[in-house]
Structure formats: C-alpha cells, structure tokens
DNA sequence: CTGACCACCGTAAACGTTTACGGTACTATG
DNA sequence: CATAGTACCGTAAACGTTTACGGTGGTCAG
C-alpha cells in the first residue's frame, strides 16, 4: 500500500476524500482536511508526480532554455543565472518547478527544442538568444505551448517577450558622445544572426542622423559576445588609420578584452578613447572605470516568469496585469571610461 | 484514441505488441517491429513519459544541481556550462535527459535537494560545490538515489566522485617556487567551507615542509571565489609590510581582480612578484600572460556521466570499468606570470 | 410528514504505459 | 500421429493520481 492509498487506510477514508482535501477544493469538512493535511506532513506523503501528470496532463514544470557556451549566450553567463534567480522565486510561489534546459554549443536548438517539447517535459518554456528569425516560435505556437521569450524577434507569433531596450541605450550613448564633440563613433555588434545587434546599430544610425552624422560601415564591428571578441574588435580598431574616436560596448563582457587590447598598445580608456558600454559583476574591475548601462537581473527574471504565467490559463487570473510585452531601460553609471572629449 | 493504442489500432495489432515492437523486446516479429516502427515516425508518436514513468517508476531525467551566484560557484559559471556539455553528450546516448537544477543563493541547498527528491524528479544526480561536511550526501544514500560529486569530501557514502588534482597542483606549483627561490610563498582559498580549500592549503603546507619551510598562517588568504574576491586579496597583500614573493590562485576566476589590484599599485606579475594560478577563457587576456593550471572540462563532464551511470542497475553493465573515484590531473600551461625568481 | 436542498464523502473510471501470463499456430522430434 | 518446443502475439493488471457522478444523512421550509 501506497501513496496516497496508504494516507487514505490509515486515516479509514476514502482516496478521494483525500485528494480532494489536499487539492484544497471545497467539497470537503474542513476538519477532515485538518486531519489529512496533518497525516500527510506526519507520513510524509508526497503526491507522485507521475500519477499527477497522467491524468491532468501537466507537468508542473517550466524550462528555460539557454545556450551552453559563453560564444553564444553572450552575456559571460552569469547574467542568465541572475535572471534564473528572479524566476526562480516567481514560480516557487505556485509550486513550479525551474529548470534550466541547456542546449548544447554541437546541437541544433530547434532540434533540442523539438526533443524537449515531444517528450512533454514542460508546461511553459522560456527562451533566450532569441534570433532575429526564430522559427522556435512557430513551433511552440502551432503547439499551443505557453511561452515568452528574452529579447524580441521579427518572428511574432504574438507571444509575449520581454527585452532590454537597446535603442534607449543607443540613443543616450550617442547623444552623450556627440555633446561631448565626438563624431567618429564606432559600435559592436553580436557576430550572428541575434536581433539585438541589429537593434543596437540601427539605433546607433538614428541618433547619429539626428545630429546630421552618419554611421561609418567600417565602424561597426562584429565579434564574438565574449572576452575573446572584446580583444578582436580593440585590434581591428587599433590597426585602423582614421581610429574612431570613441566606441558603443552592447555586451557585457567584451569590455574586459577590449581594454586589454587597448592598454596593449597604451591606449587609455577616457583619454584616449571614449567608452560607453555595459555593466557587470566583471566590469568593476576594469580600470579607468567603466561608463556603462546596468538593470537588475533579478527583476527581469521576475517579469519574465509573470509574462509567462499571465499566458497559462491555470495562472493566468492571477496575473491580470502583467504586461506582455516590455522593454527595460537600463541605467546608466557614470564611469571614467568616456571622459575623452573632444574640442569643438 | 490516442497514444500507444492509435498506433496499434492503425497497425491492426494489439498495444501490447507495439510497446514490444518500440522497446526492442525479442519476443517480436521483426517484420512487425519493422512496420511498427514505421508506423510510429509517420504518425509522429512519442511515448508519453508520464505514463512511462508511472509504470516504471523512472523518470529518464538526470539533475546537475548547481548553484546560482558566482559567489557560490565561484568558477565564473563558464566552468560549469563546459562540464555541463560533456555530460549532455553521454547521456543522449541514452535517451537521458539532463537538466540544470539551480538552487537559488537564497534557498538552502539541502532544502532545494529534499523538494527535488521528494518529487521523485530525476533517476540520478550530480552534485556540485560540495562541501566539506555534506549533508546531502547521506540524505541521497538513504533513499539509493544514484548520485556522483565533482568534488571529494570528508562525508563519506560509498558514492562515487571526481576531483581536480589540488593536491598535485599545490605540490607542483611550490616545488616551482621553492626552485627559483621563493620563500615566503602565499596561498588562497575560498571562504567558506569548501572541500577543495583545505585539500589545497594542507597540501602546500606538506610541500613546503618538504623544503624545510613553513605556511605563515598570515599568508593564507581567503576570498570570494571571484575578481572581487581575487580584487580584495591583491589589497590585503599589499598592505603587509612583509610581502610574501610568491603567490597561488586556487580559482579561475581571481586572477582577474588580483592582476587589477597589482596593477593599481603598480605591482607587476612576473616581475615583481610570481604567481601560479589556473587557465580560463578569461585569463587569456591578462598581461603578462598567467602560469596556470588547465583540464578539458568537457572531458571532465563525460567522466561525470559514466561514473553515474556506472551507478545506476539500469546501466551499469555498460560502464563496467568506470573509474568510480578519480582525480583529475591538470596541465601547467607556463606563461610570464611565475617569472619572478629571487637570487638564492 | 414530505420534499428539496445541502454538505460531505465513496466509487470507479480514466490518463498512457509496461509486462507477466497464457494462448495459438507452427515446426521438429520421436 | 502424438508430443514437445518455439515464435509470436493478445489480454489484462498495475503504476498513483484526479474527478465526474451518485449516494447518504441531515436540515429546513412548506
């Protein structure tokens, strides 16, 4: 005998007296669920998952999905543990159960994805390194399979997704380094097909048109999301004859390679360069100090898991107002790393 | 009709006979196995994992529980994607799903464990940031979980585990210095109560004593396992009036913040004081260039996956001679940053 | 007193698998 | 021809839940 048959003997009810007291519906004498809760916890009964998801289909799991490989997720990966957190504590509260479901660096995400969602693992997903044609999304929605997604994409399949607001970022670093005379701005941009690099530069077109400038192509640099591609872009631009004068960082981590780069040839960031790039655990360490945009990781996690939930109709009331789709401004900590101004 | 009994009414032949035909049982036509199979991929049916599970009672899910916070994992988190991805590809050998269990910094790792377990969530799991007093340990032994540690430590469960060489890594590393006349050689070590610091500190201790020297208590330093961490022992260092010469870096990730405070101060590695760390993606971008210890951590993940397996009834006849306790042996990748030598 | 209503509870089916058991038809052996 | 053996397959129980449905006993209004 047992689970929650053996709860059932012991207090001489019925299964599904038992059940239903434990489920909290309200069919049942509040005394006798005083006694079933309370035989529970003494037995240490716990439901079977198993049986549980049989008969209601549901898993009471929700999996987000990453990238394994510092190449791809970008962000030195300590950025999705933040976020992780923030979800972590949202779903806790409805008894779901997070799980990180990484994709290898050798497979194909769409086929990760395809295994996941075949094997029926989870009741939600949440997807990151959103591509800026992400046929994921198709997929999920043809499945009616509630998801949102970290960071926008041109495939809208009308799931929520929540993302950082790139173009706020590029707005405000350009007028911050035209007003300090600068003209020759250089920016990076992900290597790959990832929609926030097109975001960003676009963006970093539009404010410099705004001043009457123009984005030189020769100026956008493409690199690896990591230390490695920090590195790269400071040689490219170092070996240049007509150097930018100043740079736009869109991932967190580059900065550390970069400056690397540039102190290998005793470029100094703020007097001979002018920096604005992103904050991290890492950048504090950078010296002169990093100029660069922040937010808390944690909520956005927090928003992420609310988004997702509002979609599934078991939480959904809970959640009437969580907006579907937002961009997060970041804030920007004034640093040493854009002090270079130029005469007018 | 849906499930295993559509595919058998399809086919005219009983469910029975289908599940044999897709579980590779023997007491099956293979012309039968051959059209159910078939039929299978064309209706695009997959076995539902909850009525699997139920009956099985297993889950096919593996957890690598980890923990959220490069405060607590304090290999800057890439060290854990790398391993993550050599276990993955062991285990989609067989048809294993793995997943990253998180555990909120804010959550207590043995609580987390509990949950997991009591949900009956994974057939197996690899525990990381082991303690030196591991209660986790003995609570999975108790309910025969199959489990395996990166990380030796004192509690002792019959289960197997893996491990860096820090041993071997300590004794190498102050044989080197001792050799090009250090004396008063520095060690860290993480702040809490991790294994690996006191298998790293004792050991330099031991390899000292074998020159005929002493571990100043004053030289052991403990730190986050991070760049602020690395950051802070750098200043601790070099506020002391009788400056050790000589310095090892237990993590991978201190050696960023520790170049930074040296440099603050103009202290230069290699010149002016010889330091003996370990590799990572980040380091490669110090200058000079750090001596370090370097594995293939992907290597080290798939030996993970096969000491588990080794574990488990279901698998372990194909896993016969997995090594189930291992140390593993890191390469010394020689760089400028141990080129400080003292005249004897 | 009768009927309706209500609060509570028991019964049993259903979710989708796997697998022990037994049955059938055929082959081989004496 | 009788028997044993074999190869294959169908039947049905079991895994642990949830939940629709119906039943029981009590209360209360008419």
């Keep these: 005998m047992t689970g929650i048959r053996r709860l059932a003997q012991h207090l001489d009810i019925s299964i599904g007296t038992v059940s239903r007291a434990l489920n909290g519906r309200p069919d049942v004498n509040e005394e006798t669920r005083r006694r079933v809760l309370q035989a529970a916890t003494e037995l240490g009964y716990v439901p079977n998952q198993s049986g549980r998801s049989l008969r209601q289909g549901t898993t009471n799991i929700i999996g987000f999905m990453m990238q394994t490989g510092t190449e791809i997720t970008g962000q030195g990966d300590t950025f999705f543990m933040s976020v992780f957190d923030g979800i972590q504590t949202v779903f806790a509260r409805h008894r779901l159960d997070l799980v990180a479901l990484l994709c290898s660096s050798s497979e194909d995400p769409d086929d990760y994805l395809k295994r996941v969602v075949a094997r029926g693992f989870a009741d939600g997903l949440i997807l990151s390194a959103t ?14 399979i509630p ?71 020769e100026l956008i640099f493409s690199s690896l999301p990591n230390e490695a591609g920090g590195y790269q872009v400071a040689r490219q631009l170092l070996a240049m004859t007509d150097r930018p004068t100043a740079i736009l960082l869109v991932n967190e981590t580059i900065a ?47 928003a992420l898991a609310e988004a997702l939930l509002a979609t599934m109709p078991a939480f959904s009331h809970l959640y009437p107002d969580a907006d579907p789709r937002k961009v997060w401004s970041e804030d920007l900590i004034e640093g040493e790393s854009d002090a270079h101004t130029l005469p007018a």
């Design 256 to 302: 550390i390679g970069f400056y690397r780069g540039l102190s290998e040839a005793g470029v100094k960031p703020g007097r001979d360069i002018a920096i604005i790039g992103r904050q991290s655990p890492q950048s504090h360490f950078l010296s002169p100090s990093l100029t660069g945009f922040t937010l808390s990781r944690r909520d956005l996690g927090i």
């Design 131 to 144: 591509q800026r044609h992400d046929p994921r999304f198709e997929f999920l929605a043809k499945r009616k």
């Design 147 to 217: 998801f949102v997604t970290l960071g926008r994409s041109l495939t809208d399949v009308g799931q929520p997704w929540l993302d950082l607001d790139f173009e706020g970022m590029a707005q405000i670093s350009i007028d911050r380094l035209v007003a300090r005379g600068h003209r020759r701005i250089a920016v990076t941009r992900p290597h790959d097909d990832v929609n926030l690099g097109h975001l960003f530069v676009d963006q970093s077109a539009r404010a410099l048109a705004g001043h009457g400038l123009a984005l030189d192509p």
